[in-house]
């Protein structure tokens, strides 16, 4: 899941991001950026934890 992308308003599994591509290159990767602090944080608490069971393409929170 994109963790900076909102949640889609109607369906919650969701989020709002497309990508956009023209013979096999890609030309746009756009979203709804989520800009509720809180959920953010939830998120990236939930993807570092991800992370220290073994989830690859989870991200480690940055504090700096």
């Known amino acids: ?4 992308a909102k949640y889609h308003r109607s369906i919650p599994d969701l989020t709002e991001r497309f990508e956009l591509f ?3 290159k890609e030309l746009c990767n756009a979203y709804t950026e989520l ?3 809180i959920v953010q944080r939830e998120i990236f608490e939930l993807q ?3 992370e ?4 690859e ?6 504090e700096n």
């Open 1 to 4: 899941m994109s963790p900076l």
């Open 52 to 55: 220290l069971v073994g989830d």
């Open 35 to 37: 800009n509720d602090p």
């Open 22 to 24: 023209v013979r096999y």
């Open 48 to 50: 570092a934890k991800n």
């Open 57 to 62: 393409e989870a991200q480690t929170i940055d």
